[in-house]
């Protein structure tokens, strides 16, 4: 992608269970804005298309300036101009499972429907031992045969899938493949190296623990795609990491190394993002809390409960995925191992509410003297809707910081605030939403300041959202 705001560039986002809730609403949402669509609500009268929620995808707001970075970031790219496509297990045709989850307006949904139902929805790769029991009836559009005979065939499959699709859509920005299929159960592989990851994959005879998820990282590294693990499972570990690393993905690799068995393979910079979108109640929950302590107060007990009745909650009434889902949900004050914080959290499965998440937290602390200062907050709204932004924005600044040539470290920091559990180098980060999102803005002003601004100072209060473009054209022309 190139910097230039005069360039269309035409970004990939493919997506493992397009034809999902999350899926099935972000193509809409793309067609919506990109042929400025308007439609009836019963609640709210006319509503025109907007990209709300994604912050790279909306202006600076107010005087101040406000979270939003289009406009204020140049070459941030345009979603509008992204192509997406991606694999699902289920055949079903996208206008239809859009209109099956009953996410959107029926308005709305009646105007994307016959596109919709036109893109194409690549077979994908499964395995049943991973995923509830809920999801095999309907897996029926999978990788089979000889594609399918070992991990290896498994893995060259998903390569060719994202080699066909960029060229047949002419992507020529970063491609980003993001995880948004059903929580898979954790896999019992470890390994050391990625050598090691890479040599179970291409062994035939086996019979490592290797999720679909991993498969699809790996393929992503190797194409020289970004992965973001928008699951509760341990796709990214220690060596999916380094796999990602230009050090180790060399052009000069040995005739004798492991990683020349997948030759030919990117050496581009590419990221693995993760683990599990922080959305709504979790995102909501390091904000509150990061209050609280700011305010001096200790607190001793956060008690949630969250309910709904898609289908990512019906795979998780299999205990097996469930686990998986508790273990990052639990597991998000942990970085700051405060042994009296008692943090609880239970969900349940309410077919009848559909994709509408309801959340219920109760907040307890200890104020002065010990006196006791509850706080209770109740969340609804559509978890499609939360979920969706977070992977428009992960592809985008994956693409951004790819054509900055940003390092792993600093794209894992500066995307920390999606994500319930922060994976690389941001692992074991403050979880403090405020505190994630000052690290993005370090991010950005470190990218400014080494990019094509260098000293100029006017030209980063621009980008800043400090000064107009005017006012930088006449500040500039005072010292002309």
């Not at 990602?244 to 590419?270: H, N």
């Not at 273990?327 to 499965?349: A, C, T």
């Not at 980060?429 to 100072?457: A, N, T």
């Amino acid at each position: 992608m190139s910097n230039s705001n005069t360039m269309q560039v035409s970004a990939g986002i493919l997506i493992v269970g397009l034809g999902g809730n999350n899926g099935v609403t972000l193509l809409a949402g793309q067609i919506a804005n990109r042929n400025n669509l308007s439609w009836e609500t019963s609640t709210t009268g006319r509503i025109s298309a907007n990209w709300f929620g994604c912050l790279t995808q909306i202006p600076p707001r107010g005087i101040h300036g406000g979270v939003g970075y289009q406009g204020r970031i140049p070459g941030l790219a345009n979603a509008n101009h992204a192509v997406m496509g991606g694999w699902d297990i289920r055949s079903t045709k996208l206008g239809q499972a859009l209109y099956d989850c009953r996410v959107l307006e029926p308005d709305l949904v009646r105007q994307v429907r016959e596109e919709m139902d036109k893109t194409e929805i690549m077979e994908g790769v499964w395995d049943p031992s991973f995923i509830g029991e809920s999801q095999f009836e309907t897996a029926t559009h999978v990788v089979s045969g000889e594609d399918n005979s070992s991990t290896r065939t498994r893995l060259e499959r998903i390569r060719r899938d994202i080699q066909t699709w960029k060229e047949k859509n002419n992507v020529n920005g970063h491609i980003t493949v993001i995880w948004s299929a059903s929580v898979e159960r954790p896999s019992e592989a470890e390994y050391k190296s990625p050598d090691d990851l890479l040599s179970a994959i291409y062994d035939d005879s086996n019979n490592d623990d290797i999720s679909p998820s991993i498969l699809y990282a790996v393929a992503a590294a190797l194409e020289g795609c970004s992965f973001v693990n928008g699951g509760s499972q341990n796709t990214l570990s220690p060596a999916m990491t380094c796999l990602y690393e230009q050090s180790y993905r060399k052009p000069d690799a040995p005739s004798s190394s492991v990683l020349s068995k997948f030759a030919p393979y990117s050496t581009g910079r590419a990221y693995c993002l993760g683990t599990d979108y922080k959305a709504g109640q979790t995102k909501f929950k390091t904000a509150a809390v990061e209050y609280l302590r700011a305010l001096g107060l200790s607190p001793r007990v956060i008690a949630s409960s969250n309910h709904l009745g898609n289908n990512d909650m019906l795979n998780l009434t299999t205990k097996k995925t469930l686990d998986a889902k508790m273990r990052v949900k639990s597991n998000i004050f942990g970085p700051w191992q405060e042994k009296d914080l008692d943090h609880k959290v239970s969900v349940m499965y309410c077919p009848y509410i559909g994709d509408e998440k309801r959340d219920f937290v109760e907040y307890t602390s200890l104020g002065f003297l010990g006196s006791h200062h509850t706080m209770v907050t109740y969340t609804r709204c559509m978890d499609s809707i939360l979920c969706v932004p977070l992977m428009v924005d992960a592809a985008i600044w994956c693409d951004y910081f790819v054509n900055s040539n940003l390092s792993a470290g600093d794209a894992a920091r500066a995307t920390a605030y999606l994500f319930k559990v922060p994976e690389g180098e941001a692992k074991g980060s403050d979880p403090g939403f405020f505190y994630q999102m000052k690290q993005l803005e370090d991010v950005l002003d470190k990218i400014s300041c080494e990019g094509k601004h260098g000293d100029d100072v006017i030209a980063l209060g621009v980008s800043k959202g400090i000064i107009t473009e005017e006012q930088a054209a006449a500040l500039k022309g005072l010292t002309s």
